[in-house]
């Protein structure tokens, strides 16, 4: 992507003009955010097989903890279906799965009568009655089976996040109109099955979600409005509490993908992408303090501009990532697809001057 230089008198007319953020340019909104360090990508999937197109969406990231180098991505081409990659970038599996948005997995879950990888999707074929479309991800072979769908209320699917609980697996559904549907999964059976325990609201269109296993604790982005958590238990407040502002400077938006770093028990990082300005941003789980913005620039690898989703998680995957892997999906992948762009996140560490 070209920068150019724009006078400072041009900058501020240019962002007089509109009272709309999103309608003003990339470069302006640039200038106007907080400073953000820089990283680069150490590596990069194949592009989706949809051209010329906003397609590829999210990601989500099953590690293998024996040969972490084997660990695997699966990222959604939202016009056509599932993904399969291994940590080189190559295509590993591909699903016809139509128009499924988001995605999350979480392994050691009861399928069919065993253990395995659930691989959950927001459903989106049918745009006026939300479902969750349930694989299985099969390690050895790298492959996804379809399990069946399971409805998950009116209206448009939009992101989804998965939460295994001590007593359920919950995949939590968020509708392009800010609703948020929490789901109760049962795939132990010959048929999947689904059922909402209850739901919570967002005042505007949301997307991008996780949720932190080990607190119990939601985050959801509003795209115009900012970061949210709220209590992911089956019986926990529904009333959000908000932990970032989309204000122009930290979270410029559409506030887009949300990610979560553990650390110890409780401790860890939260990141949300934040599209209108090509960065991340990263806050404290503690105390929702700003940690800092951080954006994925070109090196030998292409960075990455007006990201949707995003997923990092912590731990060994190989010589490239040895404290862990962040994937963000490329809104401009150059002259190819859109594709996801893979980042160590010992580099972010290392340029935000985060404790080791």
Known sequence: MKHFAIPLASLLALAACTTAEK????????ANATPAVTVTARGETTPVGTPNA??????????????????????????AGLYVYGLDGKTRDFLDAGRVNNVDLRDGVAIGGQSGI?????????????????????????????????DAGAGEAYGVCMYKAPEATYAFIVLK??????????????????????TMKLGTQSEGCAVD??????????????????????????????????????????????????IGEKDGYVLVSSQGDNAYVVYNMRDDSYVGRFRVVDGAIGGSEETDGIELMLGDFGPAWPGGLFIAQDGHNAAAAQNFKLVAWDDIVRALGLPL
């Open 213 to 262: 296993d080990r607190t119990g604790i939601l985050y959801v982005a509003e795209e115009d409005v900012g970061l949210w958590r709220f209590d992911a238990r089956a019986t926990g407040s529904t009333t959000p509490t908000k932990i970032a502002v989309a204000d122009g400077k930290n979270l410029v938006m559409d506030a887009e993908g949300v990610a979560i770093a553990p």
């Open 54 to 79: 906003d397609a590829a969406d999210d990601p989500a990231i099953w590690r293998n903890a024996v040969n972490p180098t084997a660990s695997l991505i699966v990222g959604t081409d939202k016009k």
């Open 177 to 198: 109109d800010g609703t948020i549907h929490q789901v109760a999964l049962d795939a132990s059976g010959a048929t999947p099955t689904g059922r909402i325990v209850r």
């Open 23 to 30: 309608e003003v340019p990339v470069a302006i909104r640039i």
């Open 118 to 150: 659930l691989v959950v999707a927001s459903d989106r074929n049918d745009v006026a009655n939300a479902k969750l479309a349930l694989f299985r991800l099969d390690s050895a072979t790298a492959k996804v089976t379809a399990l069946g769908k399971v």
